[in-house]
């Protein structure tokens, strides 16, 4: 199984943030553990983007390509329409990780354009959102 792990702004600054919300490791450490969790069962690949638009070039690529997407839009989560139309065309499996509790911070982070066009949702644990939708793969393989 082929996975793309799409990051969006300011996710390239973990280690950097707030660290009660986002943990303390750097993307890099977080990527580091998906690939060790994923083993041989799944091809992971990885993209990060601080723009809107590259985001959505990705998951228009990613079509018969790769099997699965799991995507932290970052703030992009609760703005961008067109990351949610992209994701609708998407015709795999599509998992929502965030970092944070993104329910039970402000009310603006409660607003969300991607989670009813994914297939699941992991949020609050830190990198261990990550690793849940990476178990989650494996397990629907
Ligand atoms: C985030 C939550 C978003 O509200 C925020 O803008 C982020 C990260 C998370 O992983 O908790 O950048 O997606």
Redesign the pocket.
């Known amino acids: 199984m082929k996975v793309l792990v799409i990051n ?4 390239n600054m973990l280690g950097k943030r707030p660290k009660e ?2 943990g303390s490791l750097t993307l890099y450490q977080i990527n580091d553990l998906m690939v060790e969790e994923a083993g041989n069962d799944l091809e992971l690949e990885f993209f990060q983007s601080n723009s809107e638009g590259d985001i959505v070039t990705e998951i228009q690529l990613a079509i018969g390509v790769f099997d699965a997407i799991i995507i ?4 992009y ?2 703005t961008s329409v067109a990351i949610h139309d992209a994701l609708e065309i998407y015709d795999g499996t599509k998992i929502e ?4 509790e ?1 329910d039970n ?1 402000e009310d603006f ?1 409660r607003v969300n354009f991607v989670r009813d066009v994914c297939d699941k949702t992991y ?1 609050g644990k830190h990198e261990e ?1 990550y690793l849940d939708a990476i178990r989650y793969l494996k397990n629907i393989k």
């Open positions: 969006g702004p300011n996710l919300h986002y932290n839009p970052g703030a989560t609760h990780v965030h970092l944070s993104v911070r982070r949020a959102s």
